[in-house]
């Protein structure tokens, strides 16, 4: 199997992390998305990273469904509970820590590519907001988030890290509980902090 990914991007974070975890070797291969000519563009039409490569059933993007392959591949119900309940518990997780994720790289995505005098400064507060709001739900949630690794646990880990990186650590004040239930999981799951970007 092969990942095109790049080192800071969370959505390929997570299947790295899955694959892991579920005992896969992937091999990993640079995609650069903003080049044209990268073969990623026949991979995957979006020009979006992560896509798995060397699975019998075609390039695959974008993370829940490659996600959604490895537990398929690892035997099922692994990282993607069979309990209906279960399951779409750590499907919304993993919506909700997406979404976050998404939120995060738009503002990047604001400062990166808008020359500075026409950056929308309502539009990056926008996404801000949506990704504190998010980590305030969660926060009051944190109890009864799930100790073990899933598909939902997995994201909102990669999305926590990923608000570190690119939003500074600021998350962490007033959420004590994330906090810890970040701390465990990484304990909970080396592969984790095998994946950090450098
Ligand atoms: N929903 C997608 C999101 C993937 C995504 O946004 N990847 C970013 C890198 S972190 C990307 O490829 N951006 C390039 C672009 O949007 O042109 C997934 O879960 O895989």
Not at 91 to 99: N, S
Not at 101 to 117: K, Q, T
Not at 144 to 151: C, H, R
Not at 152 to 164: F, K, M, P, R
């Amino acid at each position: 199997m092969r990942l095109r990914y790049s080192p800071t991007s969370p959505f390929a974070r997570k299947v790295r992390v899955a694959a892991a975890y579920l005992g896969f070797d992937l091999e990993l291969e640079l995609a650069d998305t903003g080049n044209e000519s990268d073969t990623l563009m026949a991979q995957n039409p979006l020009g979006k990273l992560p896509v798995l490569l060397g699975e019998p059933v075609g390039p695959l993007f974008d993370s829940p469904v490659i996600l959604e392959w490895l537990d398929h591949k690892a035997g099922s119900g692994r990282i993607l509970p069979a309990e209906p309940h279960a399951r779409f518990a750590a499907l919304r997780l993993e919506a909700l820590a997406d979404g976050i994720m998404d939120a995060a790289l738009l503002v990047v995505y604001e400062n990166r590519f808008r020359p500075e005098p026409v950056r929308y400064s309502p539009w990056i507060e926008r996404q801000q907001v949506k990704v504190y709001r998010a980590l305030d739900i969660l926060e009051t949630q944190s109890a009864t988030l799930p100790a073990d690794v899933t598909v939902g646990t997995i994201s909102l880990a990669c999305a926590l890290d990923y608000v570190e990186l690119r939003l500074g650590a600021g998350w962490r004040e007033g959420r004590p509980a994330l906090v810890a239930w970040l701390a465990a999981f990484a304990e909970r799951c080396p592969r984790f902090a095998e994946s950090a970007p450098t």
